[in-house]
C-alpha cells in the first residue's frame, strides 16, 4: 500500500457559501473542483480494504454524487463545516454503492459469520478478548490458517453503517448524516448518536491494546496500514488482521447493545 497522506483542506464554509447557502454556478463548479482531493483520499482508504474487483473509479464517482447531494443540502446555520458535512456524505454514497453491489462473496460472509460466532462464545466464556491463539484452537485450525481467515475477511472492515442509520432515523426522516449535520434537530436523536459514539467509545476502550493503538492510528491519526506498522513494529500484513480482529470485536459488540437503543 503506498503512502496517501491526508489532503489539506481550507476552510470551505464561509469561502463558498453566504447565509442563503445557495452557490452560483462558478462558485459550485469551483467547490467540486476542489473537493476532488478528499474524495479520492476517502476512496484510496475505503478500496485498501476491498476486493481487487470492486473499482476505484466507481467509486470515486459515487463520491462526486456525495458531494453535490452535500452541496445542496448544506446548511450554514447550523454552524457545521462544511468539510465535515460533506465527508460522511461523500463516504455514505460510497458505502451505498457497495452495498447495492453486494460486493461480499458469500464464502467470506460465512466466514465472517464464523469468526463472529467463535469471538462472541470465547469472549463471553473468558470474560475477555480471546487471543489468537485461543480463537484458532476454537475454529480447529494452525495459527497461519487463522491469519489467512483474516486476511480472507479483511474487507468486512465496514461497521453496519445502515442499522446505525435506521436507529437514528429522526421523525422526519433524517439519517444520521442529516443529524451530524444539524445536532439541534431532534432531541432524540441527539441521545441516540450520543449513545453510539458512547458504545463506540467503551467498545474501542476494551480491546487488547495493540488492537486499539492500531486503531486509533488509523481512524483518528488517518496513517496508513504501512505507517502503522514503521511505528510499532510490524509487517503492513499484520496490522491489517489487527485492523481486521477489532472490527470483528466492534462489529460483535455494536450488534449486541444496538438491540437494546
Not at 9 to 19: E, L, N, V
Not at 215 to 232: A, N
Request: glycine letters at 4%; proline letters at 3%.
Amino acid at each position: 500500500m503506498h503512502k496517501q497522506p491526508a489532503p489539506k483542506f481550507k476552510d470551505y464554509t464561509r469561502t463558498y457559501f453566504s447565509q442563503s447557502g445557495k452557490l452560483d454556478t462558478d462558485k459550485r463548479d469551483e467547490l467540486i473542483i476542489s473537493c476532488t482531493p478528499l474524495i479520492k483520499y476517502i476512496a484510496l482508504r475505503l478500496a485498501s480494504r476491498l476486493p481487487a474487483h470492486v473499482a476505484l473509479d466507481d467509486l470515486i464517482s459515487c463520491g462526486i454524487i456525495g458531494l453535490i447531494d452535500a452541496i445542496d443540502k448544506f446548511d450554514i446555520s447550523k454552524n457545521v463545516q462544511f468539510k465535515t458535512y460533506a465527508e460522511f456524505r461523500i463516504k455514505g454514497a460510497m458505502l451505498d454503492e457497495l452495498r447495492s453491489l453486494d460486493w461480499m462473496p458469500r464464502s467470506i460472509r460465512r466466514k465472517v459469520t464464523d469468526l463472529e460466532k467463535t469471538y462472541s462464545q470465547l469472549e463471553k466464556a473468558l470474560g475477555r478478548p480471546a487471543t489468537d491463539e485461543e480463537t484458532a484452537k476454537a475454529l480447529n485450525i494452525e495459527l497461519d490458517e487463522f491469519y489467512q481467515l483474516l486476511n480472507d475477511t479483511k474487507s468486512v472492515s465496514f461497521m453496519d453503517i445502515e442499522q446505525l442509520r435506521q436507529r437514528t432515523t429522526t421523525a422526519i426522516g433524517s439519517s444520521i448524516v442529516d443529524a451530524l449535520a444539524m445536532p439541534d434537530l431532534d432531541p432524540f436523536t441527539t441521545i441516540s448518536l450520543a449513545e453510539i459514539r458512547n458504545i463506540l467509545a467503551k467498545s474501542i476502550s476494551e480491546l487488547p491494546e495493540k488492537e486499539k493503538l492500531a486503531i486509533t492510528l488509523y481512524y483518528y491519526e488517518e496513517l496508513t496500514m504501512r505507517e502503522i506498522g514503521e511505528i510499532m513494529g510490524y509487517t503492513e500484513s499484520r496490522i491489517s488482521q489487527m485492523h481486521s480482529k477489532s472490527m470483528l470485536r466492534l462489529r460483535i459488540k455494536l450488534h449486541k447493545a444496538l438491540v437494546y437503543l
